[in-house]
Nanobody, 124 residues
C-alpha cells in the first residue's frame, strides 16, 4: 500500500505559476503510473496528466498541454506538477493518484490510491 500527500497549492493570480508536490510513503513511484487529476466545484474529477512507471513518458490533457509539466524525483520519492500561465479555469482541488494498471490513463477508476487533494485558486 502507498500513502500520497499533496502540497504546494494556494492562491495565485492569472498568468502566475505554482508547483504542486506529491510525496509517497510505503512504496516508491517506480512501482506505479502516477497521475494528477483535478475537480472544480460542481464538476466531475478530470484528468490533468500522467507519468509512466519508468518516468520516461508523459501524457497531458489538451487543456493543460504546453503549460503544465509533470516530473518525478526518484531520490525524494516525489512527483511534481509545475503549472505555468495559470488561468481562472484551472481553479480546482488537485489530486495525485497512482495505479499498477495501464489503461485507460485518463479515467479516475483506473487509479488505485489517491491523495487527499489540495486547493489551487487562480484569480482573474
Amino acid at each position: 500500500q502507498v500513502q500520497l500527500v499533496e502540497s504546494g497549492g494556494g492562491l495565485v493570480q492569472a498568468g502566475g505559476s505554482l508547483r504542486l508536490s506529491c510525496a509517497a510513503s510505503g512504496r516508491t513511484f517506480s512501482s506505479y503510473r502516477t497521475a494528477w487529476f483535478r475537480q472544480a466545484p460542481g464538476k466531475e474529477r478530470a484528468f490533468v496528466c500522467t507519468i509512466s512507471r519508468s518516468g520516461g513518458s508523459t501524457y497531458y490533457a489538451d487543456s493543460v498541454k504546453g503549460r503544465f509539466t509533470i516530473s518525478r524525483d526518484t531520490a525524494k520519492n516525489t512527483v511534481y506538477l509545475q503549472m505555468n500561465s495559470l488561468k481562472p479555469e484551472d481553479t480546482a482541488v488537485y489530486y495525485c493518484a497512482v495505479t499498477v494498471n495501464s489503461d485507460p490513463l485518463s479515467r479516475p477508476s483506473t487509479y488505485d490510491y489517491w491523495g487527499q487533494g489540495i486547493q489551487v485558486t487562480v484569480s482573474s
